[in-house]
């Protein structure tokens, strides 16, 4: 009579487990399909790194552009501001020069008599004339500072896509159109 733990045994293996590998034999092997598969996917590879490449070198371009234009408007701005705070502090000068002229040109001792009736010139703000109400030297300050912080940020903009351009450069260089032998050295079904 058998054991019943005889029965749920599996039989022996026919080879013995292990890490060789048996002798494998074949016909004729055409590895041209490979070589025109690899060959295809390798074109198709590259076009898609070439396109993505160019892609994000135009974004990266059209930000540079974007930059270049807010330095450029930055400067205007900055230029226009300076200009108006330049012209309100020395108009305020030169109504300053003429009173002192007026002044010195008076007799020694003013005669308090005549004192209302004597005429000087407008001085009424060290930032020129108003403009919309507010003093055009102001304005010019106020034009001049967001100038220059539109310059920033123009510059800022432009070393970001400068540094873009160099880590795509660094990174993802264009590949050759030519497959390159390491493509080669990919595993492929069949072994060659």
């Given at each position: 009579?058998?054991?019943p ?8 293996p026919?080879?013995?487990p ?6 494998q ?10 070589d025109?598969y690899l060959d295809?996917s390798?074109r ?10 160019r892609?994000?070198l135009?974004?990266v371009?059209a930000?540079?552009t974007?930059?270049r ?9 900055f ?12 108009r ?11 002044v ?14 004597t ?6 703000t060290?930032?020129?004339p108003?403009v ?6 102001l ?9 220059v912080?539109v310059m920033?940020?123009?510059a800022?903009?432009?070393?970001v896509a ?7 450069d660094?990174?993802?260089?264009e590949p ?6 390491w ?7 069949g072994?060659?």
């Amino acid at each position: 009579m058998t054991q019943p733990s005889d029965r749920r045994r599996p039989p022996p293996p026919a080879f013995p487990p292990g890490p060789g590998i048996r002798d494998q034999s074949a016909g004729y092997i055409l590895n041209a399909d490979r070589d025109a598969y690899l060959d295809q996917s390798y074109r198709q590879y590259v076009h898609t790194v070439v396109q993505q490449r160019r892609s994000f070198l135009r974004d990266v371009a059209a930000t540079r552009t974007r930059a270049r234009g807010l330095v450029g408007v930055g400067f205007t701005m900055f230029l226009v501001g300076f200009g108006a705070f330049a012209y309100g502090v020395l108009r305020f000068l030169a109504d300053g020069a003429q009173a002192l002229e007026q002044v010195s040109s008076a007799p020694t001792y003013p005669d308090f008599t005549t004192f209302p009736d004597t005429t000087f010139p407008d001085m009424t703000t060290p930032f020129g004339p108003p403009v919309l109400g507010v003093p055009l030297g102001l304005l010019g300050w106020g034009l001049a500072a967001l100038g220059v912080l539109v310059m920033i940020v123009g510059a800022v903009l432009h070393v970001v896509a400068t540094a873009k351009r160099h880590r795509v450069d660094r990174e993802h260089p264009e590949p050759s159109p030519v497959r390159p032998p390491w493509w080669d050295a990919t595993p492929a079904s069949g072994g060659r």
